[in-house]
């Protein structure tokens, strides 16, 4: 099994910046990519960022390019996002997961099986 602790979030203002840790606990071989998921209230969950662990290839979503930065430990227990340039609509609950991971994409959310319980993230205008 594998337990998933997130940790960092906070209230920052627009344009601001705020870096989320996740670490985890448990066998290293259940999961090969962890990543970031956010949902704000009355909309979907959506994937952010992830990185596939072994060979610590990052995936971003179109609205984190640029803009967020995931990375990980030497262990490869722990995983980081730092986010830049934080916007409004940022504002969210952000979420740490990980999975064994296909090859069709590092944001798949179906395929991981480990979650955290989630940090919010408020951005203010």
């Known amino acids: 099994q594998v337990r998933l602790a997130e940790s960092g979030g906070g209230s920052v203002q627009a344009g601001g910046s705020l870096g989320l840790s996740c670490a985890a606990s448990?066998?290293?071989?259940?999961?090969?990519?962890m990543g970031w998921f956010r949902q704000a209230p009355g909309k979907e969950r959506e994937g952010i960022a992830a990185?596939?662990?072994?060979?610590?290839?990052?995936w971003y979503a179109d609205s984190a390019k640029g803009r967020f930065t995931i990375s990980q430990n030497n262990a490869r227990n722990t995983v980081y996002i730092q986010m830049n340039t934080l916007k409004p609509e940022d504002t969210a609950m952000y979420y740490c997961?990980?999975?064994?991971?296909?090859?069709?994409?590092?944001?798949?959310?179906?395929?991981?099986?480990?979650w955290g319980q989630g940090t919010q993230v408020t951005v203010s205008s």
């Open positions: 997961a990980a999975g064994l991971l296909g090859d069709y994409g590092l944001l798949v959310q179906s395929e991981y099986k480990y």
């Open positions: 990185i596939r662990t072994a060979s610590d290839s990052p």
């Open positions: 448990g066998n290293p071989y259940s999961y090969n990519a």
